[in-house]
């Protein structure tokens, strides 16, 4: 708003002049005000993805330590995010075996327990001989591009990959296979193995360096080429020999004796 100021001259009664006096009019000035911005709103569930996929991600990788308790308040801090939508994401790990509950306290991250690891690499053996031996049995020409197409992605560029995209990779080759196979169950079977287990494939590939880690392909191609020629004999012992390259790592570095050479000298 704005304010004009005009002078106006005026005669007293004696012919004089007035001093010029003034008047004030007012001129209203209407400014344009900017279109407010629409809100942004969270899709309905949205946020409970986003701290599902985050915390899932932290705990394969072990940038959460297993044991870990997690605090639903200090979570919800971290994601900026109420406690609803945090603790759906905490029920939905703990459903994969990632997280256990407690009553009356903070869930906590599942420890290792070395003692399932047996059991843990006889099923994972029992799931690659299944599901290679019934992609070689029913596999259409598209599940065949498929699998190739995974295979060659692990393969291209593996040394210079980072430990995680390599583990990935794997696991979207062997789940390329398992659906192949056409039988759902065993996909998902397979794939809550493989979730449950990369903790233990990136403490194995910790022990010999993120850098250094050693990659042999060669059963991954003897399973191509059986589940091409549909040869389901072939395709699952491919899938037993492969298991045992993992299992051949694990018993190397847990049964690393990095001393054994050591002279212990007396000190006298």
Known sequence: MEQQATAKLTFNANGGADMPTKKTTTTRTTTRRAAPEPATTRARGTGAAV???ALRDDILNLKIAPGTLLDEIELGRRFQLSRSPV???????????????????????????IAQVPGFLDAMELMY????????????????????????????????????????????????????????????????????????????????????????????????????????LAAEQAGVRDLDILRNRLMREFGARPTGSMQLRSSR
């Not at 459903?95 to 009356?104: D, F, R, S, V």
């Not at 699998?147 to 979207?172: H, P, S």
């Not at 065993?186 to 979730?195: F, K, P, Q």
Request: some cysteine; proline content about 3%.
């Open 129 to 232: 001989r299944v599901t290679s031996r019934l992609a070689a049995m029913n596999r259409t020409p598209v599940n065949l591009r498929e699998i190739v197409v995974k295979a060659r992605q692990l393969e291209r560029g593996y040394k210079d990959k980072e430990v995680v995209v390599q583990m990935r990779e794997n696991r979207a080759f062997h789940m390329a296979v398992a659906e192949a196979g056409g039988n759902p169950v065993y996909t998902a079977w397979l794939g809550v193995l493989l979730d449950q287990g990369q903790r233990l494939f990136r403490l194995c590939a910790f022990f010999e360096g993120d850098k250094s880690v050693r990659a042999d392909f060669s059963e991954h191609h003897a399973i191509v080429a059986a589940v091409e020629a549909q040869d389901a």
């Open 87 to 113: 603790r759906e994401a905490l029920i939905r790990l703990s459903a994969e075996g990632l997280i256990q509950t407690q009553a009356n306290r903070s869930p906590l991250v599942t420890p290792f327990d």
């Open 51 to 53: 701290v599902y996929e």
